[in-house]
Nanobody
Framework: QVQLVESGGGLVQPGGSLTLSCGAP????????VSWFRQAPGKEREGVSC???????FYSVSVKGRFTVSRDNGNIPVLLQMDNLRPEDPGLYFC??????????????????????????WGQGTQVTVSV
């Protein structure tokens, strides 16, 4: 099991942007699908986006058109570019994988399914705060 590591969170005003990064020390992630999730206080963890090994991408309805997931050929393999951040976007953001090449999505949605994620891959998360 390899625990993924997230970074890039912070405080931003509504309408602002942040870029989150996700890596796996000592392991290449390009052959696996990698998903992003977020969890606000008192709420369940929800899927935000996923990028498959083929670079196919999927987004929840709430972030589609504002967030972009991509792979970086540098040291940080997976990025989540978040634009036009809204007051409903804050939370602890996690990246994770089920070590499959395709994204496992919640049925009839494009949200990654947290139940499919390998438990050992969950990182500590990075905090995103949206406030004036």
């Amino acid at each position: 099991q390899v625990q993924l590591v997230e970074s890039g969170g912070g405080l931003v005003q509504p309408g602002g942007s942040l870029t989150l990064s996700c890596g796996a020390p000592g392991m290449a992630l390009d052959i696996y699908a990698v998903s992003w999730f977020r969890q606000a206080p008192g709420k369940e963890r929800e899927g935000v986006s996923c990028i498959a090994s083929s670079d196919a991408t999927f987004y929840s309805v709430s972030v589609k058109g504002r967030f972009t997931v991509s792979r970086d050929n540098g040291n940080i393999p997976v990025l989540l570019q978040m634009d036009n951040l809204r007051p409903e976007d804050p939370g602890l953001y996690f990246c994770a994988t089920d070590f499959a090449s395709v994204c496992t999505l919640v049925r009839d949605t494009e949200r990654p399914d947290p139940r499919a994620i390998d438990s050992g891959s969950w990182g500590q998360g990075t905090q995103v705060t949206v406030s004036v």
